[in-house]
């Protein structure tokens, strides 16, 4: 993974992705989405209709197809104008949690 979040997967197939936010502040129509070289995938967008509060992840699990190597996969916002918390203790309390996360298991 590079410093801006991006991870580079360097085989072809099918990929369970599973990842999480947490926002910045509460906003109402937030969308987070996986996308693949740029393209956001079928099946991978997070639909968060209602005010969130900041103390909530934005998550789900997809699977996707990578169909060439060195494809990029990014975590973006789609929606209304939210960031990434960054500051990790001041949402979650004292034992904090990741402010944002992204698995990735190629399937067989």
């Excluded at 996707?64 to 203790?89: D, E, M, P, R």
């Amino acid at each position: 993974m590079d410093a801006t979040g991006r991870v580079q997967i360097n085989d072809t197939g099918f990929y369970m992705v599973s990842f999480g936010v947490i926002q910045s502040a509460a906003a109402t129509n937030q969308f987070w989405g996986l996308e693949v070289n740029g393209a956001t995938q079928f099946h991978s967008v997070t639909n968060l209709s209602t005010n969130m509060t900041n103390r909530n992840y934005a998550a789900m699990t997809t699977i996707i197809s990578i169909t060439s190597v060195g494809s990029i996969v990014t975590v973006v916002n789609l929606g209304a104008t939210a960031n990434v918390q960054n500051t990790v203790a001041a949402q979650t309390g004292t034992n904090g949690a990741p402010a944002a996360y992204m698995t990735i298991l190629k399937l067989r």
